[in-house]
Every structure is written in C-alpha cells, then in structure tokens.
C-alpha cells in the first residue's frame, strides 16, 4: 500500500465528504480512493467512514486520526513545495473562497498579473460567504466580508471598504439627489440579503456630530448581488456598495455616488484567512502577499490618498436571527 498516498486520499475524502468528489479533485478514479481508503483502515484495524446514502461522515477514530495525520501530510506537502521553490519555482493548485462580488471586481482583474509572475500556480475559486458553508471544506485561502468571530484561522484585515449610496446618472436625473439621508426614504431602494440571511435594509449615517438613520424600501431585494446592482446599473433604483468593488463603475461614470459628505456606517471589512502553517507553504505565501498587495492598491484608490476614519464595531443585526436588520431598530415595515 502507498501509505502517503492512502493518507492523502484519505485526508481530501474527509475535507470534501464524498470519495467520488475526492476523486474528482484528485484526478483520479473513484476505485482508486475507494480501494485505498479501504486497506488503510484494514492496515489500522479501524473503521474510519461511515458511507451512507448522505455521503460519508467521520468515525470517532476517523476524527482522531484526521487530526494526527492532516499536520504530517501538510509538512510533507510543504517540505516538497520548498524544495521547488528553493529552484524559483513556486507551483500548485490554490483554492480560493470569497463572494462573488469579491470574486468578480477585485480577484478576477487581478489574477492574470499573478499568472504572468508565477505561472506555474493554478487558482481555484468558489464561491463562499461564511466558513461554515459547506462548500469551504477544502478551500485553502478565504478572503471574505464580515466581522470574523474567533477561530482558529489567522485573519488579516486587508481593507477596510466604505460604504456609498450609488444610482445611475439616469436615476438621479429623474428622482433628484437626496440632500440629508432621511431624503432616501423616498427613493428606491434595492437592499441586499447578506449570507447570514439579514435584509440590510436599516442605514446608518454620521457626520461629525449629527447622525440620521433611515429604513430604505424598494421593489426589488436579494442576495444575488450582483444582479441588483444590474438593476441600478439600468437605472431602476439605488444601492448601498463598497467603494473598492465599485472602482471601475465609479471611473467610468456608470454610477454616481451621493452623500459623499456623511460616513455610512456598518461597511464590513475585508478580511484574508488561512492556517497558520500554510504561511509556510511556498505557493500559498505567494498568493497570499499577492492578494495583500491587491487590496492594499485598492484601499488606496478608493482612499485618493486620504485616510479616513471608519467604524470598526459589528452592527447589532450582525450574526443575529433578525429578517431584516431595521427590526433590531424598531423599524421595520
């Protein structure tokens, strides 16, 4: 038997919970798993998997055994991957987590100029909004919205977005620029569910010493959000957005930003995650001081050189059982 391999097939099938997904990630047969999964636990004298018609779920000796052998496997996988880069030459395949509005305005422009610096390194991407999403079994690198609670994740804050009310030039033209924030109430507006089910449609503003919060409604509300910022794109409504996903509509004058003179509050930083000994890994510390960088560039774009002030502290609707954030407020609809 090929221990490390077993070890490998092992490790991927409990990640991903199924030996045929493990296989397809490995790029092998479904047999080939299977078969040596099999004789490891005949070679341990254990059962490691429970298969079943949901897929497969850990024993407690597969518990036990996936915590002693995953730090040993990584520290195989690392020694190689040293090795190569000691030669110039960091290689590999990253899996990436982020949302889709992350995903598709800020990796996706900058990932090409990582493929021309390291060619040999290959990105996966998924799509994830929360790292208990089962989706993030497997994903190596998470760079996610939100205020992360404590894991066993190192985090690094790589920006810290603000927010900006947002409509077409089309929409402003027909509905008037709002002067003071309560002026939104009578505007449409399209909020966004975030991933842990919360309508973020409760907004919050200050400046200096006066502060005005306002419950914004609208026909049209979800989680795709993408396709809501479509909608205000064509002119339908208005959004609230982060600057750093918006740089491109900003410049090109497909979105106008009002009440840039008030901070809108409760704007979720962007945070990078991933395991402390893959710091170590030669192709993951490259991509991860790329995607530093990045936003890092973009913070300053946003920024015009000028270092803003922003509230840290997570709103009360964060993480609550709240439909919409305006009830944490008394105002909902």
């Known amino acids: 038997m090929d221990r490390l391999r077993a070890l490998e097939y092992f490790v991927t099938a409990a990640e991903i919970g199924s030996f045929s997904a493990a296989a397809r990630a490995l790029g092998v047969s479904l047999a080939a798993v299977a078969k040596l999964v099999t004789a490891l636990e005949k070679d341990l004298g254990t059962v490691l998997f429970d298969r079943n018609s949901r897929g497969l779920e850990l024993t407690v000796d597969g518990h036990v ?15 190689g991957e040293l090795v190569r880069f000691a030669k110039g030459r960091p290689r590999g395949t990253v899996v990436v987590g982020a949302p889709p509005q992350l995903i598709r305005n800020c990796l996706i422009p900058a990932l090409p100029e990582l493929h021309a610096r390291y060619p040999e390194i290959e990105i996966e991407l998924r799509q994830i909004g929360r790292l208990t999403e089962a989706a993030a079994q497997g994903v190596e690198v ?9 894991h066993d994740l190192v985090t690094r804050r790589l920006a810290t977005p603000r927010s900006m009310i947002c409509g077409s030039p089309s929409y402003w033209e027909k509905h008037g620029v709002p002067e003071v924030p309560r002026d939104l109430e009578r505007h449409i507006a399209f909020p966004y569910r975030n991933p842990d089910g919360v309508l973020l449609d409760h907004w919050r503003f200050s400046k200096k010493d006066q502060t005005q919060e306002v419950t914004v409604h609208g026909w049209l509300s979800g989680n795709v959000r993408d396709s809501l910022l479509d909608a205000v794109l064509a002119g339908a409504g208005v959004m609230r957005l982060p600057d750093v996903s918006i740089l491109d509509l900003l410049a090109e004058g497909r979105l106008v930003p009002v009440l840039t003179d008030w901070d809108v509050l409760d704007t979720p930083p962007i945070n990078l995650l991933y395991r402390q000994n893959h710091r170590r890994i030669p192709r993951l510390r490259t991509f991860v001081d790329f995607v530093i960088e990045v936003f890092s560039n973009l913070q300053t774009t946003a920024d015009g050189g000028e270092m803003r002030a922003r509230p840290d502290a997570a709103p009360r609707w964060y993480r609550r059982s709240a439909v919409r954030a305006s009830t944490m407020f008394g105002r909902s609809r």
């Not at 002693?68 to 996988?77: D, G, K, N």
């Open 142 to 150: 998470f760079v996610l919205l939100g205020w992360q609670e404590p």
């Open 65 to 79: 055994y996936l915590a002693a052998c995953r730090p040993a496997l990584e520290q195989i996988v690392s020694a």
